[in-house]
């Protein structure tokens, strides 16, 4: 059964600082990996999705990247800005259907 | 462009009560599907459907049914509701299941179950 693991569960930060959010997951034969943001009461809103055969993919100041050999994936954020406090979610397809979800890290940018 | 729309946004019932949970999409897409997320579990898929005609179980599908209206619907039922469904619903969308396109959200429907 596929398992996804996003630590630590959350991270405060000052403004301009760049970060890495990390996501692990225990099966490697995935379809792709997407990260999500949901803010407060919202719904989820995707960021960037990774394809199986892909090493990374960018937009603005997202980047993320993906080893699927190592079941590991990176969201790295430049110069965090107090309008990207959100929580971020990690979620893999496997050969199902399905997303697998992890449970999210609460960042939260102080100006 | 409305993307995903869920309604209502907020229903309080009361134990044994049942009610339908609507979602619409506007995009087209295939496959849709109902979630519900819990403090500390994370998002879990409660059914979803490939296509139009077609629904599947996913990983918590006990106590609820769903519908899939035609292409743009797919309603979820809780027939009995039991204070353990107390969460957030979820509805998602995407093009098709294998298409490498995201998943598009609805803003969700807080339920309290007293």
């Known amino acids: 059964k596929q398992e996804v693991t996003q630590i630590p569960a959350a991270l405060s930060v000052p403004e301009g600082e760049n970060l890495v959010l990390n996501c692990s997951f225990t099966?490697?034969?995935?379809?792709?990996l997407q990260w999500f943001r949901q803010d407060p009461g919202k719904g989820l809103t995707s960021l960037l999705l990774i394809q199986s055969s892909q090493r990374e993919q960018t937009s603005g100041r997202l980047n993320a990247s993906l080893d699927k050999s190592s079941g590991r994936s990176t969201l790295y954020i430049a110069a965090s800005q107090p309008g990207d406090s959100a929580t971020y979610l990690c979620a893999v397809q496997g050969g199902s259907e399905k997303l697998v979800f992890g449970k999210g890290m609460k960042l939260t940018v102080n100006p | 462009n409305a993307g995903v729309t869920q309604t209502p946004k907020f229903q309080v019932l009361k134990t044994g009560q049942s009610m339908t949970l609507q979602c619409a999409q506007d995009?087209?897409?295939?496959?849709m599907y109902w979630y519900r997320q819990d403090p500390g579990m994370g998002l879990r898929l409660i059914y979803y459907?490939?296509?139009?005609?077609?629904?599947d179980k996913g990983e918590v599908p006990n106590g609820y049914n769903v519908s899939r209206l035609n292409k743009r619907e797919f309603s979820l039922r809780l027939e009995s509701a039991a204070p353990s469904q107390t969460s957030v619903y979820f509805c998602?969308?995407?093009?098709?299941?294998?298409?490498?396109?995201?998943?598009?959200f609805g803003d969700g429907t807080r339920l309290s179950i007293l």
């Open positions: 459907s490939a296509s139009e005609g077609t629904t």
């Open positions: 099966d490697s034969a995935i379809y792709n």
């Open positions: 995009m087209n897409h295939n496959s």
């Open positions: 998602a969308s995407s093009k098709d299941s294998y298409s490498n396109q995201p998943q598009h």
